[in-house]
Nanobody, 114 residues
């Protein structure tokens, strides 16, 4: 059974940093395009960052220069380094894996508040 397990969320003050991790199992991780999405209360789920199997990255305009997505194929893990966090970044963050099929993690809460 395919599993994407996110970790690293939590409560952080504005200006702080968090690093999210998503560990994948039961998929051929290296061929999958991996992404992070987020969903704030009452809003749709939006793409935050994506990294292709070849390592190409793209970001939502709102996080460019602050967030960095990376992957470690040896560990079947994708990361999201989030710096200079703002209250507007508060959301549930979801890991996504896409190739022939698409899979989602269960989400991890990120709250940015003083």
């Amino acid at each position: 059974q395919v599993q994407l397990v996110e970790s690293g969320g939590g409560l952080v003050q504005p200006g702080g940093s968090l690093r999210l991790s998503c560990a994948a199992s039961q998929i051929r991780f290296s061929v999958y395009n991996m992404a992070w999405y987020r969903q704030a209360p009452g809003k749709q789920r939006d793409l935050v960052a994506r990294i292709t199997s070849g390592g190409t990255t793209n970001y939502a305009d709102s996080v460019k220069g602050r967030f960095t997505i990376s992957r470690d194929n040896a560990k079947n893990t994708v990361y999201l380094q989030m710096n200079s966090l703002e209250p507007e970044d508060t959301a549930v963050y979801y890991c996504n894996a896409a190739f022939a099929r698409t899979y989602w993690g269960q989400g991890t809460q990120v709250t940015v508040s003083s």
